[in-house]
């Protein structure tokens, strides 16, 4: 089955930090563009990160810029983002998406709430 699988969410303090993990199965990422893509209540869905296939070109929104890091792992098939410094607002659903040519995944995303 292929699938993506995130992690790493959670209940953190304004100010702390979280790394959320995208775990591929049943196909390999090496060859995948990643991005991350976060939702939070009644707001659309908005992209936060993205690196290519071979990691060499990254880019941030301008709101988690100096912030977040996005990276991946081929020989853990998995993808990360870390967080850090998190504010209210990154309070969202976060997904993982992996996507080459015509082939397109999702994971079921991950719940972060920055709450004090």
């Known amino acids: 089955q292929l699938q993506l699988v995130e992690s790493g969410g959670g209940l953190v303090q304004p100010g702390g930090s979280l790394r959320l993990s995208c775990v591929a199965s049943g196909f390999t990422l090496d060859n995948y563009a990643i991005a991350w893509f976060r939702q939070a209540p009644g707001k659309e869905r908005e992209g936060v990160s993205c690196i290519s296939s071979s990691g060499d070109s990254i880019n941030y929104a301008d709101s988690v810029k100096g912030r977040f890091t996005i990276s991946k792992d081929n020989a853990k098939n998995t993808a990360y983002l870390q967080m850090n410094s998190l504010k209210p607002e990154d309070t969202a659903v976060y997904y993982c998406?992996?996507?080459?040519?015509?082939?397109?995944?999702w994971g079921q995303g991950t719940q972060v709430t920055v709450s004090s």
């Open positions: 998406n992996a996507r080459r040519g015509a082939f397109d995944y």
